[in-house]
Nanobody, 127 residues
Framework: DVQLVDSGGGLVQAGGSLRLSCAASGGTFDDYVIGWFRQAPGKEREGVSCLQIPDGSADYADSVKGRFTISTDKSKNTVYLQMNSLKPEDTAVYYC????????????????????WGQGTQVTVSS
């Protein structure tokens, strides 16, 4: 099974940028969808962006379209989330997660679809 380590969170002022990284190991990278999710206090975990590694197709939540970009470096088995024009409402713990396409069907960037999770990284945007 794939193991995920996510990193890159921090404290940033509104309008600033951060880049999150999700490093995968223990699986065949091309067999996965890698997604970024976030959970703010008192709220449900929501999908931010997901990347289908085999063909590079990406999905984004409406709230981040035009501000966030998901990408991958296959040579490093890593998926990135570049977050620009950050807003206080982007404050949350961000998690990367993996869906194995050899067994499961990708039906959208929703948390229940993903079974392997990173430990999470805190993103705090101050106003």
């Amino acid at each position: 099974d794939v193991q995920l380590v996510d990193s890159g969170g921090g404290l940033v002022q509104a309008g600033g940028s951060l880049r999150l990284s999700c490093a995968a190991s223990g699986g065949t990278f091309d067999d996965y969808v890698i997604g970024w999710f976030r959970q703010a206090p008192g709220k449900e975990r929501e999908g931010v962006s997901c990347l289908q590694i085999p063909d590079g197709s990406a999905d984004y939540a409406d709230s981040v379209k035009g501000r966030f970009t998901i990408s991958t470096d296959k040579s490093k088995n890593t998926v990135y989330l570049q977050m620009n024009s950050l807003k206080p409402e982007d404050t949350a713990v961000y998690y990367c997660a993996a869906l194995y396409l050899g067994t499961y069907y990708y039906s959208g960037c929703v948390a229940w679809n993903f079974l392997r999770w990173g430990q999470g990284t805190q993103v705090t945007v101050s106003s």
